[in-house]
């Protein structure tokens, strides 16, 4: 703040036998006319006096003997206006000014999504998820030192995925208010991804941005036959229907540690009852799930849980069942399939979960064949990890593989996400990496036309204590 300099004024009083005058002076800034006499009187007052000089209130001087009236009212003006001065600087130093309103932290999310949720957790203590103590064999794992010992070794992993599921949290119990029939599934997918963007902090527009946090993998959007890896493309002009049955898949990642959680979203009521049996299969499969259980047995609790519910769609009953060639999985640090999958039928799978393995635990149900095949127009694409060096020959899979490796790594992407960096006709060049086995392609997983398919997911970490299912929320 820049300070303000003032000039005061002492009114001081000149006694004398012949005349008593009270003259505002100011103190070494004006000089004040006077008459000669006047000065001659303070030059013979005594000392004794001089001593009785006082600050008092400025009164009305009596006209002067002299008769020199001029010069004195000069005098006299000049005092006053010098008075006048000290007196309105006063009072604008008393007047305070206001300080400035610091802006509150916001406490709750907005509509649409957009706070930072590392704003509405400063202290980064993020939700935990739900923690469900192991049992039988494992029981002692509760209450172990050594097995506490390691989960607190693990502090920075935990708050990565608290913070990543918090984020799914926040955008798809937004979501699941917000979408409505008549609109596109672009307009869906970019809401949803431009929400995860904002509360991670992270665009991803500028090079390296996307892998620090934000989009796990490019929101799916598969509808009723269509059962996964469904995105529009540029260009897409699909509307959601109010009898539509639509499947929405979406990750979020904090430096590489990815939330995979998915919900169905219907408006017909007669589809609940194949919405039911999906979410009860999948917090089956939740349940059977822990360290050292086969994977198998799982797949036959989701199997026994989801084959007891039916469907009436159009005058007939129809069973729902479990799609036996799609599979939850395990989910490995910025790669969101990892080498162990979880069936979601029953079988001789004797593969065993593990201490420290985060897992997708995924069901999807129909009232088609229960079988998906590839189908359509591909959107969904992963750099592969495991990829052999290749020499490229064609120069825009080469820039195109730069890019790629700058801006996603192994994430998945989508061509929406290649083209919001600028890029523009690189469909040759993504091709040819697809071709030369650099870059895995995802085709839309289909039933049969005219059925209807559902899909629950929710990812769940085996820690050495207990196990969480990190992305449970209030919704599903």
Not at 110 to 122: D, I, M, Y
């Amino acid at each position: 703040m820049v300070g303000l300099n003032f000039c005061w004024l002492k009114n001081i009083s000149f006694p004398s036998s012949s005349t008593n005058h009270t003259l505002s002076v100011p103190l070494d800034i004006f000089p004040v006319r006077r008459h000669p006499t006047d000065n001659m009187a303070a030059q013979a007052a005594p000392a004794e006096e001089l001593s009785k000089l006082s600050v008092e209130e400025t009164k009305p001087a009596p006209a002067p003997a002299n008769g020199n009236d001029s010069d004195a009212e000069s005098g006299d003006e000049e005092a006053e206006e010098g008075a006048a001065a000290p007196a309105a600087g006063a009072a604008k130093k008393k007047k305070k000014r206001k300080p400035k309103k610091k802006k509150k932290a916001p406490t709750s999310q907005s509509e649409p999504p957009r706070v930072l949720v590392s704003q509405l957790f400063p202290n980064k203590q993020y939700p935990k998820g739900e923690e469900v103590e192991y049992v039988n064999d494992n029981l002692n794992r509760v209450t172990s030192e050594e097995k506490r010992h390691l989960d607190n070794l693990n502090q920075e992993f935990l708050t990565d995925y608290r913070h990543a599921a918090e984020v799914h949290r926040q955008v798809r119990q937004w979501a699941q208010k917000s979408i409505k029939p008549g609109q596109t599934l672009t307009e869906i997918a970019e809401n949803i991804e431009d929400s995860v963007r904002a509360l991670t902090g992270h665009s991803g527009l500028e090079e390296g941005d996307a892998l620090i946090a934000g989009m796990g993998f490019p929101t799916g959007l598969s509808i009723n036959h269509c059962a996964a890896h469904y995105t529009p493309n540029a260009g897409n002009k699909m509307v959601l229907q109010e009898d539509d049955v639509m499947k929405v898949d979406f990750g979020v990642h904090v430096n590489g540690r990815i939330v995979d959680s998915a919900f169905t979203v219907a408006f017909n009521p007669r589809y609940d009852p194949l919405l039911e049996a999906v979410k009860a299969a999948t917090n089956a499969g939740i349940k059977e799930a822990g360290i050292d259980v086969r994977v198998g047995d799982i797949g036959a609790a989701i199997q026994e849980v989801m084959e007891s519910y039916e469907v009436e769609i159009n005058g007939q009953m129809l069973p729902v069942k479990s799609i036996r060639n799609l599979n939850g999985h395990t989910i490995n640090h910025y790669s969101i399939h990892g080498t162990k999958s979880v069936p979601i039928v029953k079988s001789n799978d004797q593969t065993k979960m593990e201490e420290g393995d985060v897992f997708a635990i995924e069901t999807f149900g129909s009232t088609g064949n229960g079988y998906v095949h590839e189908e359509g127009e591909v959107s969904h694409y992963a750099k592969r990890g495991d990829a052999a060096k290749v020499d490229l020959r064609l120069s825009s899979a080469k820039s195109l593989l730069n890019v790629i490796t700058k801006n996603f790594g192994t994430l998945p992407f989508c061509r929406r996400y290649i083209d919001r960096l600028g890029q523009d006709k690189y469909l040759l060049g993504l091709n040819n990496l697809v071709s030369q086995g650099i870059v895995e392609a995802y085709p839309p997983l289909v039933d049969k036309k005219g059925s209807y398919t559902a899909q629950y997911e929710h990812t769940i970490l085996l820690r050495p204590t207990v196990k969480e299912v990190i992305s449970r929320g209030d919704d599903f």
